[in-house]
């Protein structure tokens, strides 16, 4: 069971970036294979917290809060982009010494890890995609995300941010997001932008780009991600493997924890 499983919930580190302070945790041997892994849209460090000390013994794991995200500061070109929020990544990685790494995207980190090792081929030595977003609306959105961009303005408006924010915490709550109560309009704002910067049309030339090892995973009975998403993403990208639970739901990273960190390590020899 997912219970019996070791959780690491390390105090973050910060780098200071021009925006402000990114938060990242980093464990493991610092001269082992690195992994950076990207969490979706809402997330943290805090949603790889089962997957880390699978790997941790002998793979250096470093999770970042995206920008605007857990105790990172946000960024507009990273909140706005995903070639921003790659951009982050990649400071990140030069800060640390990274001349070469893997990286895994979750949910919506899909698009942004799939976008930074379209534009980094020397730099990533293993792309995975967990659970991740592909070329086209997924159910958990249930809109194109363009539309989170002009929906993400009501929050500023007097007389709608409380009705927005009410219509916004329920879709979190039917989602299962955790702490959903504790947000506020500020932050749903800033989700909302950042859901708009996914561009499936960027995605899909990154997918046709030569592009590292990659592996993807997703389970059959995540409620966010229906499976064609990932049967898209397999087909546009046939030399990648796939790794598909019947179930696992949408957070693969944790419930199928395990498996999946034995299948990065074979992404990722010493």
Do not use: C
């Not at 402000?20 to 969490?39: K, M, N, Q, S, Y």
Request: aromatic share 6%.
């Amino acid at each position: 069971m997912t219970e019996a499983l070791p959780t690491s919930d390390l105090d973050p580190q910060f780098l200071q970036l021009p925006h402000g302070p990114l938060a990242f945790v980093d464990e493991g041997p610092r001269d082992a294979p690195a992994l950076i892994t990207l969490h979706g849209v809402p997330g943290s460090v805090r949603d790889f917290r089962y997957l880390a000390p699978q790997l941790s013994r002998d793979r250096r794991i470093v999770r970042v809060d995206l920008p605007g995200f857990g105790a990172s500061a946000p960024s507009r070109a990273a909140i706005a982009t995903l070639e921003g929020r790659a951009d982050v990544v990649l400071a990140l990685a030069d800060h640390l010494g990274l001349a070469r790494f893997g990286v895994l995207g979750h949910s919506m980190g899909g698009g942004t890890a799939l976008i930074l090792a379209a534009r980094n081929p020397a730099r990533i030595r293993a792309l995975v995609l967990a659970a991740s977003i592909g070329f086209r609306t997924h159910r958990g959105l249930g809109m194109s995300p363009w539309r989170f961009g002009l929906l993400s303005h009501a929050f500023a408006i007097p007389g709608l941010r409380g009705v927005f924010t009410d219509v916004a915490r329920e879709r979190y709550r039917r989602n299962r997001f955790p702490n959903v109560e504790a947000m506020g309009p500020e932050l749903f704002a800033r989700h909302f932008r950042a859901i708009a910067a996914v561009d499936f049309a960027a995605l899909r030339r990154a997918a046709a780009a030569p592009l590292p090892p990659t592996l993807l995973a997703w389970a059959n009975d995540d409620r966010l991600i229906e499976r064609a998403i990932g049967e898209e993403l397999a087909r546009a990208m046939p030399r990648a493997r796939t790794r598909v639970y019947e179930e696992g739901g949408h957070n693969i990273q944790k419930t199928q924890a395990g498996d999946l960190a034995a299948a990065i390590r074979e992404m990722l020899p010493p």
